[in-house]
């Protein structure tokens, strides 16, 4: 295992080491691949009840999708506009550095021994590579105001700003290969999802759209009743998104509707899988299990607060938090509760697992860390 040896002040971190990086186990990307499905790539078995091994305080509010993790590092965006990188057996700071802007809503997105980090809220907002081992920016890009999180395919970095524009850089040196936008005017509150040859988003006219990943042409679009500001997910060759219309959404990967199902809630996480099921947490508070071929509702699980958190899969186990301050792991058979945690803030935040170690943070500012 890397043992991080890293020099730090107030606004820089630098790494004397290389990470090893494994993509077939570490978290480096929102959702934990371009599809954006949600499911931990640990081969560990995690048996509750959990321990609380370290919190670790970021004097910043946190997004609903901010950390990622790669040979015993973990990385962390905040609201205040830092980025942090965590020792994830003793939970001490390994450093930090300011962003320019204002805000970063996104996932440090991990590419090699680099991390790639968005930002918001004025004119310095930037997209940017950050060199671990260096410790300074290789490059920076103003793509506008971005608040979802950039996805890497094939040394290519695929993001969207709220001006409703899409981007794809080179990783490397972060040209603009292409930019696109949307036919009508939307704003991308939403990041992309990919699948094959397809970038896939929503925007805040309601319209999923697909773009042609190469060429960045547009191809088809869906239209909903409502806004979407739940990022798309693609499993078995089906797209799956909910909308502010209270409908979760299957669609082909032509855009031909599947199925809908009316939970009569609105939605800001993307789901996840388990068997033949979609596992999905609604604004409602709840987590539901649907069926993946018809969404029929097999079971739910009601928390006493909202739920904005993506679920994370890890085996037969769901974890997932809700604004009733509970982390919660749940049988993702039966939606039977297996364990909670109490936090002192609202869960928002998506978990992540890496190995043995399970991530989540709260309204308090605070990253928690169980095994």
């Not at 739940?230 to 078995?236: E, G, L, Q």
Request: one cysteine or more.
């Amino acid at each position: 295992m890397f043992c991080p040896l890293i020099f730090y002040s107030c606004f820089s971190l630098s790494i004397n080491k290389r990470l090893d990086v494994n993509e077939n186990e570490d978290w480096l990307m929102i959702g934990g691949n371009p599809e954006k499905t949600n499911i931990s790539k640990s081969d560990k078995e995690l048996v509750p009840p959990f321990k609380l091994q370290w919190q670790f305080d970021t004097d910043g509010g946190l997004s609903r999708n901010c950390l990622s993790v790669s040979d015993a590092v973990l990385f962390v965006n905040t609201l205040n506009g830092e980025f942090y990188s965590v020792d994830v057996s003793s939970g001490k700071s390994l450093g930090s550095f300011s962003v320019p802007g204002k805000s970063s809503f996104s996932t440090p997105l991990i590419s090699g021994n680099n991390v790639i980090i968005t930002s918001s809220g004025n004119n310095d907002s930037r997209i940017l590579s950050y060199s671990l081992t260096r410790g300074e920016i290789d490059w920076k890009r103003n793509i506008g105001w971005v608040q979802s999180s950039p996805l890497l395919l094939n040394n290519n970095i695929f993001v969207s700003n709220i001006s409703g524009d899409i981007y794809k850089l080179n990783a490397s040196g972060g040209n603009i290969i292409w930019k696109c936008r949307a036919p009508s005017s939307s704003s991308f509150y939403t990041g992309p999802a990919i699948s094959g040859n397809k970038i896939l988003i929503g925007g805040t006219d309601g319209i999923l759209y697909a773009f042609d990943q190469q060429s960045g042409s547009f191809l088809w679009k869906y239209k909903t009743e409502a806004s979407l500001f739940s990022d798309a997910s693609v499993y078995k060759e089906m797209i799956f998104f909910g909308s502010d219309d209270n409908y979760f959404y299957c669609l082909d990967t032509a855009g031909v509707l599947i199925w809908k199902k009316n939970l009569k809630t609105k939605y800001l996480s993307s789901p996840s899988y388990y068997a033949n099921s979609i596992i999905i947490t609604g604004i409602d508070g709840t987590i539901y299990s649907l069926d993946i071929n018809s969404g029929e509702i097999r079971w739910k699980f009601t928390t006493k607060g909202a739920m904005t958190a993506s679920p994370l899969i890890h085996q037969n186990k769901i974890f997932a938090g809700s604004f009733d301050k509970n982390f919660y792991c749940i049988n993702a058979d039966d939606g039977k509760e297996l364990w909670r945690y109490g936090c002192e803030g609202r869960v928002q935040t998506s978990a992540v697992v890496w190995k043995d170690y399970i991530f989540v943070a709260s309204d308090d500012k605070y990253i928690y860390c169980f095994k």
